[in-house]
């Protein structure tokens, strides 16, 4: 059983930098796809990057190079990096691994001066 753990978030001001972690456990973790998802009030569940075990990925457009997704195996972790950031990226981001149905249970980002 997969379940994961976010943290990093927090509140930043416009153009300021967070690194936001999802831990993973299970002893196939590292053998998944796994998503960074967004949600902000009155809005859908969004898709912001994923990756895949070999560290292929794809990012939402609205990223626009501003963030970086990564992972570490070894570890169990999965990382976004967030530059730039925007009071539109103010939102609860999940950490989700498809095959297993298992999201985390979110870490808030706040974007505001």
């Known amino acids: 059983q997969v379940q994961l753990v976010e943290s990093g978030g927090g509140l930043v001001q416009p153009g300021g930098s967070l690194r936001l972690s999802c831990a993973g456990s299970?002893?196939?973790?590292?053998?998944?796809?796994v998503g960074w998802y967004r949600q902000a009030p009155g809005k859908e569940r969004e898709l912001v990057a994923r990756?895949?075990?070999?560290?292929?990925?794809v990012y939402a457009d609205f990223v626009e190079g501003r963030f970086t997704i990564s992972r570490d195996n070894a570890k169990n972790m999965v990382y976004l990096q967030m530059n730039n950031l925007k009071v539109e990226d103010t939102a609860v981001y999940y950490c989700?691994?498809?095959?297993?149905?298992?999201w985390g249970r979110g870490t808030e980002v706040t974007v505001s001066s």
């Open positions: 989700f691994a498809p095959a297993t149905g298992a």
């Open positions: 299970g002893s196939i973790f590292r053998l998944r796809t």
């Open positions: 990756i895949t075990p070999d560290s292929r990925t």
